[in-house]
């Protein structure tokens, strides 16, 4: 194992009921401040598996995603980070309350570059909610759900995560199914992952 990998015991596992369940627990306490938003944004690619349950609890609110890059690779950030995909429609942000949605706050850094660019668009109001809100973000969330300082592999990002330690880290993929089984991923799934790589 590349040994300049240092925070490998610093990591953990989201399953998909724990992300589920973790989801209904960011809209209740979003709810319970009886706010509804008129649109949802996600930040894609892993607001995708967040945006479906939204939908169900949230009904009837319209949605977007905007795509921003800050990471280069598992743990490595860029300088800064950026917008790739802008909204489909920028015009329908002006005047309306939006939610912004996020997996977690690792610097702070992309929420406050979303919530600047919702604003610059005209949006009536911006709200942050993620599950993980991270000790060392600059940038404070309406709502999140746990704090951590670990780095977190989501269910739906197991073989992106598999594939990078691999090529950026020199790790051989045994090594890579046992530091994923020490963070928690069941075997059913890493059976999964020896087949896909």
């Not at 990998?5 to 209904?24: H, T, V």
């Not at 008129?38 to 894609?44: L, Q």
């Not at 668009?121 to 000790?135: D, N, P, R």
């Not at 880290?169 to 994923?180: A, I, P, R, S, T």
Request: net charge positive; with cysteine.
């Amino acid at each position: 194992m590349n040994k300049s990998y240092k925070d490998l015991k610093s990591r953990m596992y989201i399953s998909p009921d724990k992300f589920n369940s973790m989801i209904s627990d960011l809209a209740i306490k979003i709810k319970r401040e009886n706010y509804t938003p008129d649109i949802i944004v996600v930040v894609e690619r892993a607001g995708f598996a967040m945006i479906r349950p939204l939908l169900d609890i949230f009904v009837d609110v319209d949605y977007d995603t905007c795509r921003i890059k800050y990471y280069k690779g598992v743990g490595e950030k860029s300088d800064k980070p950026e917008i790739i995909t802008r909204l489909r429609d920028e015009n329908r942000v002006s005047g309306k309350k939006i939610l912004a949605i996020e997996e977690c706050t690792d610097t702070g850094k992309t929420s406050q570059l979303l919530k600047n660019y919702l604003e610059r668009l005209g949006a009536k109001e911006v709200k942050i909610g993620v599950l993980f809100h991270k000790y060392s973000s600059s940038f404070e969330p309406d709502w999140f759900v746990k704090r951590t300082n670990k780095w977190i592999y989501f269910y739906y990002e197991t073989l992106e995560a598999a594939k990078d330690l691999m090529k950026n880290k020199g790790m051989n993929l045994e090594e890579v199914l046992n530091h994923f089984r020490e963070v928690g991923i069941p075997e059913e799934e890493l059976l999964r992952l020896r087949q896909l790589i």
